[in-house]
């Protein structure tokens, strides 16, 4: 059974940091792409960054793009989402993609977990 675990979600101030991280079981982790996506209230659910398999290529959003740095270990089937300098726009539910094909930042993702709540007060 595919599990894909979040975890690391937390309420901070503006310009405060957080590490997400993901736990992948069940799936050959280091063959996947994987991605983290976020949905604030209310709104669709929004690409924030992505990584190949072996890391060489990343992608993010515009909006977090100097901020955030996705990384992943494959010895351990886990991603990570290092986040810093967070402001109150970054207020969402915070999700893990997985599939063998690189989406992107596309919300096409064939395996996808619970989430976990990034709350960022100024």
């Known amino acids: 059974q595919v599990r894909l675990v979040e975890s690391g979600g937390d309420s901070v101030q503006a310009g405060g940091s957080l590490r997400l991280s993901c736990t992948v079981s069940?799936?050959?982790?280091?063959?996947?792409?994987m991605a983290w996506f976020r949905q604030p209230p209310g709104q669709w659910r929004k690409g924030v960054s992505c990584?190949?398999?072996?890391?060489?290529?990343?992608g993010y959003s515009d909006s977090v793009k100097g901020r955030f740095t996705v990384s992943r270990d494959n010895a351990k089937g886990m991603l990570y989402l290092q986040m810093d300098n967070l402001r109150s726009e970054d207020t969402a539910m915070y999700y893990c993609?997985?599939?063998?094909?690189?989406?992107?930042?596309?919300?096409?993702?064939?395996?996808w977990g619970q989430g976990t709540q990034v709350t960022v007060s100024s």
């Open positions: 993609a997985a599939d063998r094909i690189y989406w992107w930042l596309l919300p096409n993702y064939n395996y």
């Open positions: 069940g799936l050959p982790f280091r063959d996947y792409k």
């Open positions: 990584i190949s398999e072996n890391g060489d290529m990343t």
